[in-house]
């Protein structure tokens, strides 16, 4: 089994619709999205998948300098945005296997089903 390990990165503005009972003040993050989608055989160029082809598809679907509450009918957390990319690459790549979405340098979150 292999797996191909691709990250994209955007910067977006969001506030939690509550948090500790109050909306969140607006702020930004530098978000990496990471997407992990396996595969079992190679193709007839010895790949998985064609990287740059997977790498335009996230850049098409991420939202990079974006308000996402104004982007998004959901609440922008970590946990959903993770799960919204989850099912719109799954569309696209049927082996996806997980995305992780990370906030920060050192918080992140994994969706998978
Ligand atoms: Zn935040």
Redesign the pocket.
Known sequence: MYKLIVKVEFSAA?FLRSYKGKPEEI?G?NYVLEVHIKSENLNDEEITYDFLEVKEFLKSLIPDRKFLNELYNFNPTCENLARYFYKEIKKKYPNLEKVVVW?TKNFAIEYWE
Request: charged share 25%; proline share 0%; net charge negative.
């Open positions: 969001h702020h993050h906030e």
